[in-house]
């Protein structure tokens, strides 16, 4: 056993503990999906679980390192054990045998951390995705980058005792990297945020402020500018959604403003504008952004306004409106509101195996709200962010939902995820997005 304690380490939050090694047995078709690269250990999976000598298993905490064995007891895998979640364990290394220490968790974020590197420019796109969970072998735990902040966010309290390693790794990785104050070459803040569930009464752990701390460097004053695509942004990466922007549709917002030149465009489920205001880059002629969150319009204003300096921008007619987007759709389509191009890009909405089929109604009633607005030979974009649905079944829900309202989709093409958001397992392949010519059924 020992103690990790940093000098990096978040105060207030728990992160002053014992780390146990823990061995953990499980069935053998769990050790066939972990051999297969699976990150992910339920409960019902795990057969024995052998604490330390004199310890009570009962007594074993977040972050312990479960180390799993096959029926040989030979080594198979090492993860981060975590009592409170029906993910039991989240795999970090699978093969021989590794210590999990601060060098472990140094190489994993130089390594993720290089690749953005990389690939981006900052005189172009300095808001991007630095650790991406699970596939980037670090399960449960994201970093964002904006300019010079970063964020972390955690889906799993076995991540607090080790976040003092991940904060020295990350100021490690990017020291070189992130211009920031006059005469600095590192980050200004690492602000913490938290999944819904780690902030839920019973949790079992002490977050010391909560969602949305500063745990290294100067608290944010307001939201945090950064660039993407060459255009600014703000993120709230704070109060804000996920991490305070969405950073995974970087590209696909690349391809709205190729397409935008000349065009009317109505955003829908808009958030802070990502959309909306490259539409206008490109050339729009009018962009109107629908979204049920007053706060969000208003942040899509301020995004906006961040873009006048491109002429495209200043020549663009914007305007909103709040509410529901299944509502504000058939307002638009009652008052024979017509345009060349439409933007979905919903929520989640199949948080688990129960709602897929309702998500993949919605998906199709949407496109077929949205074909409704679109001008002959004009565009629908669709995406989904959820995991459950397919790329298959979603270019077959917005087929179907654009036939029942009365048109055909041709030129259907397909697109994921962008370079920071890699998919390492069945899982990772959240994020999903067609775009479509919509002609009317004679």
């Known amino acids: 056993m020992s103690t990790v304690e940093s000098s990096d380490s978040p105060e207030g939050a728990n992160v002053s503990q014992e780390i146990r090694r823990i061995a953990v047995s499980v069935t053998k078709d769990s050790l066939r999906q972990i051999r297969g690269g699976h990150p992910w250990v339920y409960d019902g999976s795990i057969t024995r679980i052998k604490p330390p000598s004199g310890i009570d298993p009962a007594e074993l905490r977040a972050g312990d390192i479960a180390v799993i064995f096959d029926d040989k007891r030979r080594f198979a895998a090492v993860g981060?054990?975590?009592?409170d979640s029906p993910i039991r364990v989240r795999i970090l290394h699978v093969g021989t045998p590794r210590n999990v220490d601060d060098e472990f968790f140094a190489e994993r974020v130089a390594t993720a951390a290089a690749v953005r590197l990389d690939h981006f420019d900052?005189?172009?796109?300095?808001?991007?995705?630095?650790?991406?969970g699970e596939n980037d072998g670090l399960p449960g735990l994201i970093v964002d980058r904006y300019a010079d902040t970063a964020v972390i966010k955690l889906y799993s309290a076995a991540w607090f005792p080790h976040l003092g390693s991940v904060m020295a790794s990350l100021r490690r990785a990017l020291a070189t990297a992130v211009p920031s104050a006059p005469g600095s070459?590192?980050?200004?803040?690492?602000?913490?945020?938290?999944s819904r569930s780690l902030g839920e009464p019973g949790a079992g752990v002490d977050t010391g402020d909560g969602d949305g701390a500063t745990i290294w460097g100067e608290a944010p004053s307001g939201p945090v500018a950064f660039k993407e695509n060459g255009l600014r942004f703000e993120a709230d990466v704070v109060h804000g959604h996920k991490t305070g922007f969405f950073l995974d549709q970087r590209d696909n917002r690349r391809l709205i403003r190729s397409l935008a030149n000349g065009k009317d465009v109505i955003d829908v489920f808009s958030f802070s504008g990502g959309f909306s205001v490259s539409a206008a880059a490109g050339g729009a002629r009018s962009v109107h952004s629908v979204d049920i969150s007053p706060w969000a319009l208003e942040a899509a204003a301020r995004n906006v306004e961040l873009n006048r300096r491109i002429g495209n921008v200043r020549r663009c007619r914007f305007s909103s409106t709040v509410g529901d987007a299944r509502r504000v759709l058939d307002d638009l389509a009652g008052h024979r509101r017509s345009v060349?191009?439409?933007v979905v890009d919903p929520p989640s909405f199949a948080s688990n195996a129960r709602q897929v089929s309702s998500a993949i109604r919605a998906y199709s009633d949407l496109a077929g709200q949205a074909c409704a607005l679109v001008r002959p030979g004009g565009t629908l974009f669709q995406a989904s962010c959820s995991a459950r649905i397919d790329r298959i079944q979603l270019q077959q829900a917005v087929i179907e939902g654009a036939h029942r309202a009365g048109y055909s989709l041709v030129d259907v093409r397909e697109y994921g995820q962008p370079i920071d958001h890699p998919i390492g397992f069945a899982q990772g392949g959240y994020l999903k997005a067609i775009t479509a010519t919509v002609l009317r059924n004679r």
């Open 185 to 194: 070459k590192d980050l200004r803040a690492i602000v913490l945020r938290l």
């Open 80 to 83: 981060l054990y975590d009592p």
């Open 122 to 132: 900052d005189s172009d796109t300095n808001g991007f995705r630095l650790v991406h």
């Open 340 to 342: 060349d191009l439409v």
